[in-house]
């Protein structure tokens, strides 16, 4: 105690260095519990005060530390909120300098926590000051203030939240989330950045169904939605996304909302899909049982798809929960209102698998079990029977679909039970949201309240490595393996014809008006409708030809356990007893899909497709904001019989969202087979589109590098000419050996095909097709690549040099160059494949001051002590022409942007320096 008590009166020295001693050594104690009272009650609110004004900005940021550890403690917190320290704490958000709001930050996560005296910050505009991190260019400030301002919102942590609420709702805060999560912010959103903001948008759905009205209208829906739709989305935020959809649902002015933005294909693809974790398949149930309280959602989810996908979630017992059951019932009870869903439950298990569940021990959900059996029981007219009893409905949510034929008037009075009703609360997972809510402001005493550390975030990724098979038992086939893998082959057929459809919907209905029979004037121009559509119709016809394909699968032999006579059975059908798949059913599929990516348009047109998706995303956007009658269009499109409320955004992202689908899928039906033939045949099918998809996603990301470089050209005065001139004899030499290397993999290739000519002839015709399908891809990228150079001829009149696909833009940001006894400056640093550019600032531009080789250049981390500056590290170079080494201290805001600087330019430099060698080593060969 002696040492705490002489450390806080050294406080009061003058000297700044001995402040900044002080402050460190406290704020290391204060990390203890029990020192925290003392500290603070020593500090005293007055020489807290002094220290966050003093003019040295480093004394401001450590006090500003020291203090979101002590107020940790309640009683602190409680002292803090009601001292004159508040102003001053607040005004530390504004400062200019992003260490000390970020510590500010922390501190008020903390005091927020004080649930009896948070309401305290109000009358300081509190709610106003952390609203505005939201419109700054600053995500990890965003992400900090985050916490606080949900603890402010929140019921349990705030008596005021109602009015908090309200203040957020009304200064255009959604608006603000909303412009970050559809990527108009200066970065991509991160995943850590996503969740922050749901998490925010969560809290302000769960208590007032006023607030949830002003949510389902604020546009921010849209995107919610699409995180479901992508395979790449992290189940958290998934999670998050669902959550706040069945808050949303409780609220009966919010169902239509939720219909327009697209909201059902996502959640029925959710409860149906065997890769959907249960989780979520649960929480998606829940959601779409509230929803078929309204009459329009329960026409658009006229979908057998939809009610097979219930009858084998009722039939996995071991999925069963309250929660879910009930769910179920409610769904069921709610769709059997409508006739045609009434029909198709019918003819589907979900009696039987309700019937079991009549005694189930919770007495809330087996009334909602007893309920939804009678509603299937009500009789259906004569005349939907004769309409819908010919009719197949293999697709989820089929178009084609005739809804209008079965109007009210055709329909008899039924005994159905009156009145729509949803999950209740106490079983809902409103329940488990305030768990979660209890979880993330749990014990005022948890260091991630305060500290830097960061969400995970990873994000699927698919690599052309080798196929790791699961890990299996003796290889015993058992009636449950082949039934999942039925199920799987029957999700890949359902989902392909789905995709074909919702393909064909999105060209007849938004494509075709646009330019088959555009309007005079037209709505959008003809280079407007090429930009949004691109060649979709393409894709298209690869699919349905695709289509074709799965389709003559459906038909296979199957021979049942009771010992009958082989017989016929269509997957696709709805059949109690499933067949038995045999060994051709499976190797004939991994054939559809081989044909398919051997088809000499399907990469290619695929690979056109998804480059120009992000330009295609921003076209509609920015005109459907600016054009009021192509907002009209696009809103009768969606709303017409044949969309059934689907987005163009929703149709236009499907094929980049597809052929991951199919990875997945693959993945799943290789793990529930047995068989070494048709586990190598999936194997080999996996390993191609695995490859495709590296393939598309390298593509589209050199297709994203020439676009950014084409943007730095404005931003940088004479970018191009220096490029021009600066063009490296080094990289026509290392496209002239990639191809030298590329022949050298190819003979390789060959000879381990003879080394293995005795392995299975399928397994062998499949290597030889992803082999033929990698020298497709790379000429198609060689022609993509030289369509791009002339373009750029014709435009720019440059030379290759300039869009050279060899040179890659690798990295860009604003800098400090520190230079000893003179003022620092800002640099801004350009990082290509083979070239360093400095540049500095003048005016609105940036002019070119230095061009390094990185073969000339080499990367040291310099020490704090040496350099005088933090987060620095130094830069050296000669060249040829001038043997005298120069050198350039950078210093950068953050540690992590300085480890990420030098991992780059290290990675670079060695990638150049590395191939020079091999260059030289196969020109002195070359000359021996």
Excluded at 95 to 106: F, G, H, Q, R, V
Excluded at 229 to 246: F, H, R, Y
Excluded at 412 to 425: A, C, D, E, W, Y
Excluded at 553 to 558: C, P
């Amino acid at each position: 105690m002696e040492k705490i008590r002489s450390t806080v009166e050294r406080l009061s020295s003058t000297d700044v260095s001995v402040q900044e001693n002080c402050l460190r050594i406290l704020i290391n104690i204060s990390t203890e519990n029990e020192s925290q009272p003392y500290i603070f009650e020593l500090m005293g609110t007055k020489r807290c005060k002094d220290l966050l004004q003093s003019n040295n900005e480093v004394i401001q940021m450590l006090t500003t530390w020291l203090l979101s550890h002590l107020s940790l403690n309640y009683n602190n917190s409680t002292l803090l909120l009601k001292s004159e320290l508040v102003e001053t704490i607040i005004t530390s958000l504004t400062s200019e300098n992003e260490d000390i709001a970020e510590k500010a930050l922390w501190l008020l996560t903390n005091i927020t926590l004080n649930a009896d005296h948070s309401h305290l910050l109000l009358e300081h505009g509190i709610v106003e000051s952390l609203i505005a991190f939201l419109k700054k260019p600053k995500p990890n400030l965003v992400i900090l203030s985050s916490v606080p301002l949900r603890n402010l919102l929140h019921k349990d942590t705030c008596g005021e939240y109602l009015d908090n609420q309200k203040i957020f709702c009304h200064s255009g805060s959604i608006q603000a989330i909303t412009k970050i999560l559809t990527s108009r912010y200066p970065s991509p959103p991160s995943n850590e950045l996503i969740l922050a903001l749901t998490s925010v948008i969560h809290v302000l759905t769960i208590y007032h169904p006023v607030i949830r009205r002003i949510i389902a209208i604020s546009g921010v829906l849209h995107q919610l939605i699409s995180y479901l739709s992508s395979p790449s989305t992290p189940m958290n935020i998934k999670e998050q996304v669902m959550k706040i959809l069945i808050n949303l649902s409780l609220t009966e002015e919010t169902e239509r909302p939720i219909l327009a933005a697209g909201a059902m294909m996502p959640l029925v693809d959710i409860v149906v899909s065997i890769s959907s974790p249960m989780e979520l398949k649960c929480l998606g149930v829940s959601c779409l049982a509230n929803l078929t309280s309204n009459d329009e959602i329960r026409k658009v989810l006229r979908s057998k798809y939809l009610i097979d996908g219930l009858s084998e979630l009722l039939k996995d017992k071991n999925a069963h929960t309250s929660q879910l059951i009930e769910a179920i019932s409610v769904l069921i009870a709610n769709l059997c209102i409508d006739e045609v869903c009434r029909f198709r439950i019918t003819q589907s298990d979900c009696d039987r698998g309700l019937s079991a569940l009549v005694n189930f021990p919770h007495t809330q959900v087996r009334e909602s079990v007893i309920k939804a059996l009678e509603n299937i029981k009500v009789p259906i007219s004569i005349e939907t029977q004769s309409e819908l009893v010919v009719k197949e409905d293999l697709s989820d949510l089929d178009p084609n679909d005739s809804l209008a034929m079965f109007s009210s008037s055709h329909s008899t009075p039924s005994p159905l039970n009156k009145g729509i009703f949803r999950v209740s609360q106490s079983m809902s997972p409103l329940g488990s949201i305030h768990q979660g809510k209890a979880a993330e402001f749990g014990g005022s005493g948890n260091d991630d309240v305060f500290s830097n550390s960061s969400i995970s975030s990873s994000i699927m990724r698919h690599s052309s490595q080798p196929i790791i098979s699961p890990s299996l038992g003796p290889l015993v086939d058992d009636h449950q393996l082949a039934f999942r893998r039925s199920k799987i082959i029957k999700e890949i057929i359902d989902t392909e014809q789905a995709y074909v459809h919702a393909l064909g919907v999105c060209i007849r209905v938004y494509y075709n008006p646009l330019v088959v029979s555009p309007t005079n004037p037209p709505i959008i121009s003809t280079e407007l409708v090429e930009t949004i559509f691109s060649n979709i119709d393409k894709v298209f016809r690869n699919n349905c030809e695709f289509l074709k394909k799965l389709r003559n699968l459906t038909t296979v032999k199957s021979s049942f356990d009771d010992g009958d006579s082989s017989s016929t059975t269509d997957l696709s059908s709805n059949t109690s007893i499933l067949p038995k798949t045999k060994t051709v059913d499976i190797l004939d599929l991994a054939q559809a899909f081989q044909w398919f990516w051997d088809q000499p348009t399907t990469v290619s047109e695929y690979r056109h497709y998804i480059n120009g998706f992000n330009k295609a995303m921003d076209s509609v956007h920015e005109n459907r904001a600016k054009l009021p009658r192509f907002k009209e269009f696009l809103e009768k499109c969606q709303f017409s019989d044949q969309c059934k409320s689907e987005t163009i955004d929703s149709y236009l992202i499907r094929p980049v969202q597809r052929i991951p689908r199919y990875i997945l899928l693959l993945s799943d039906l290789l793990a529930h087979t047995v068989d070494i033939l048709e586990r190598n045949s999936i194997e080999d099918c996996l390993r191609t589109t695995k490859l495709v998809t590296d393939q598309l996603n390298e593509s589209k990301r050199k297709a994203e590098n020439i676009s950014k470089t084409l943007m730095l050209q404005e931003k940088v005065v004479g970018l191009t000419e220096s490029l021009i001139t600066n063009g490296s004899i080094f990289y026509n030499s290392f496209n002239n050996n990639s191809n030298s290397n590329n022949n050298l993999n190819n003979n390789n290739n060959n000879n381990n095909n003879n080394i293995n000519s005795n392995s299975i002839n399928n397994n062998s015709n499949h290597n030889t097709s992803s082999n033929n399908l990698l020298k497709d891809i790379n000429n198609n990228n060689n022609n993509n690549t030289s369509n791009n150079n002339n373009n750029n001829n014709n435009n720019n009149n440059n030379n290759n040099n300039f869009t050279n696909p060899s040179r890659q833009l690798i990295k860009e940001g604003l800098m400090m160059e520190a230079r000893q006894k003179k003022v620092s400056k800002y640099k801004y640093l350009i990082l290509f494949s083979d070239l360093l550019i400095v540049t500095k600032q003048k005016k609105n531009k940036y002019v070119i001051q230095k061009i390094v080789p990185l073969i000339d250049l080499k990367i040291l981390e310099v020490s704090e002590s040496i350099a005088g500056v933090e987060n620095s590290f130094q830069i050296l170079w000669s060249s040829q022409n001038d043997k005298n080494e120069k050198k350039m201290v950078i210093c950068t805001s953050k540690p992590e942007e300085k480890d990420e600087w030098i991992k780059e330019l290290r990675e670079a430099c060695n990638i150049v320096k590395k191939f020079y060698l091999q260059m030289k080593l196969q020109q002195r060969s070359a000359h021996i």
